[in-house]
């Protein structure tokens, strides 16, 4: 009998493999599924991991994971509504900041084996 692992699982899995990559580089970890509620349930936006490159820059990362590029691939599945829920967290969380520092919008995309990591994928507008 074969054993699935859960969605959740998988996007665990996704976010470690994505954090390990990512601090290699030189970002440091400050926060991991940063969310913020709407309501009891639901959540108006949430945010992958927050990271501090060496520069100070916060950046904010949404990691997908596709098992291949069918369908446009990791990288596409960002779609506006899920940019306007990240940018909703990322607000939320900058103004709880002394001074707001500067910051961008990285996707780490995942295909398989493939690892994609796309800096400044976006911008505030949600673009």
Known sequence: MFKFDSTKQQGDRAEDRALSYLQRQG???????????RGPARHAGEVDLIMRDADGTVVFVEVRARSSRNHGGAAASV???????????ARHYLLRQPSPPPCRFDVLALEGDDLQWL????????G
Not at 79 to 89: P, T, V
Not at 119 to 126: L, N
């Open 27 to 37: 970002l440091q970890l400050v926060a991991r599924n940063y969310r913020v509620a």
């Open 79 to 89: 779609s506006h509504q899920k940019r306007r829920r990240i940018l909703y967290a």
């Open 119 to 126: 800096p400044a994928a976006f911008d505030a507008s949600g």
